[in-house]
């Protein structure tokens, strides 16, 4: 006597789908999350060493390419150029204190700095330099160093982040 499997044919078609069409998405799926999450963390990590919103240093970082089930990359652009030190005055814990020959904005202070409203109607955090031609010059924080290291911080273990992604999105598919 012999048993007869019933539904073969539809569980052989259904695991090629899954192989064409499943893995492809949740790969790209998994690479779009691990890219976005470390995006957060490095946004956050630098926002709290600068010691400012993490909304003013998000507008830096940009996933320009998103990874697609054909096309498994994604691409991530920042602004790693400085950032005016007024910006710095957007979190409501950092004060503003002028003191004799320097100015201190939230953490970080400024020989020779002062505050001035320009022509074109901004504010900015201006500071006096030795030269005679264009002495005065904007207050700026560096941000190439830490949004660099922050990055690589992040995406440091990345394979490994994408490959747990990628589990957790086949399982959840199926």
Same mark, same amino acid.
């Given at each position: 006597? %012999?048993?007869? *499997?019933? %539904?073969?044919?539809?569980?052989?078609?259904?695991?090629?789908?899954?192989? #064409?069409?499943? *893995?492809?998405?949740?790969?790209?799926?998994? $690479?779009?999350?691990?890219? #976005?999450?470390?995006?957060?963390?490095?946004?956050?990590?630098?926002?709290?060493? $600068?010691?400012? !919103?993490?909304?003013? &240093?998000?507008?830096?970082?940009?996933?320009?390419?998103? +990874?697609? =089930?054909?096309?498994?990359?994604?691409? &991530?652009?920042?602004?790693?150029?400085?950032? =005016?030190?007024?910006?710095?005055? @957007?979190?409501?814990? !950092?004060?503003?204190? =002028?003191?004799?020959?320097? $100015?201190?904005?939230?953490?970080?202070?400024?020989?020779?700095?002062?505050?001035?409203?320009?022509? !074109?109607?901004?504010?900015?955090?201006?500071?006096?330099?030795? #030269?005679?031609?264009? %002495?005065?010059?904007?207050?700026?924080? =560096?941000?190439?160093?830490?949004?660099?290291?922050?990055?690589?911080?992040?995406?440091?273990?990345? +394979? @490994?982040? *994408?490959?747990?992604?990628?589990?957790?999105? &086949?399982? %959840?598919?199926?």
């Amino acid at each position: 006597m %012999g048993s007869q *499997v019933t %539904g073969l044919k539809e569980l052989q078609a259904s695991l090629k789908k899954i192989a #064409r069409q499943t *893995v492809p998405k949740a790969a790209a799926q998994a $690479i779009r999350t691990v890219g #976005r999450q470390a995006m957060n963390k490095a946004v956050k990590s630098v926002a709290a060493e $600068i010691g400012v !919103n993490q909304k003013t &240093i998000k507008g830096r970082a940009k996933m320009t390419a998103k +990874p697609t =089930p054909s096309r498994l990359q994604a691409t &991530i652009k920042v602004n790693r150029s400085h950032m =005016p030190m007024i910006r710095v005055l @957007e979190r409501k814990s !950092n004060r503003l204190s =002028p003191t004799k020959g320097s $100015i201190r904005v939230g953490k970080h202070t400024v020989q020779r700095g002062f505050r001035q409203r320009l022509a !074109n109607g901004r504010t900015h955090i201006m500071y006096r330099q030795g #030269r005679k031609r264009y %002495g005065i010059d904007v207050a700026k924080v =560096p941000l190439s160093q830490p949004l660099t290291q922050a990055f690589d911080r992040e995406l440091k273990n990345y +394979p @490994e982040q *994408v490959q747990a992604e990628l589990a957790k999105q &086949i399982a %959840g598919k199926l």
